[in-house]
């Protein structure tokens, strides 16, 4: 099995959650990046991209690159909830210039 998925399986159950069910959801109407070393799960809200899930090497360059032009938003926000660190913004031109 994918490592990054065997993770988001084992983080979604520690906290109650079925990553299938997420994974699905997302598949339908969001975006679902799965590489063999990262993997993304991410939302397009009026103002920003909101990031359900992260891990991996080079997932978030992987996501700036991969980004849908026509979706483009000022804003790439997350929390790192397993660490108990709260929801933060961050520009995405800013990202895109450290990480790209």
């Known amino acids: 099995m994918n490592k990054s998925v065997r993770q988001a399986i084992d983080c979604y159950k520690s906290v109650g959650k079925n990553f299938y069910d997420i994974l699905f ?8 990046v799965i590489t063999p070393d990262a993997m ?3 939302r397009l809200n009026p103002t920003h991209w909101h990031i359900e ?3 991996g090497t080079g997932f978030l360059s992987g996501f700036l690159r991969l980004m ?3 979706s483009y938003r000022p804003l790439v926000g997350w929390a790192r909830e397993m660490k108990g660190k709260p929801y933060r913004y961050y520009k995405t031109e800013t990202l895109r210039r450290l990480l790209c």
């Open 53 to 55: 899930f992260a891990v």
């Open 40 to 42: 993304i799960l991410a």
């Open 68 to 70: 849908p032009k026509d």
């Open 25 to 32: 959801e997302y598949a339908q109407q969001d975006y679902v």
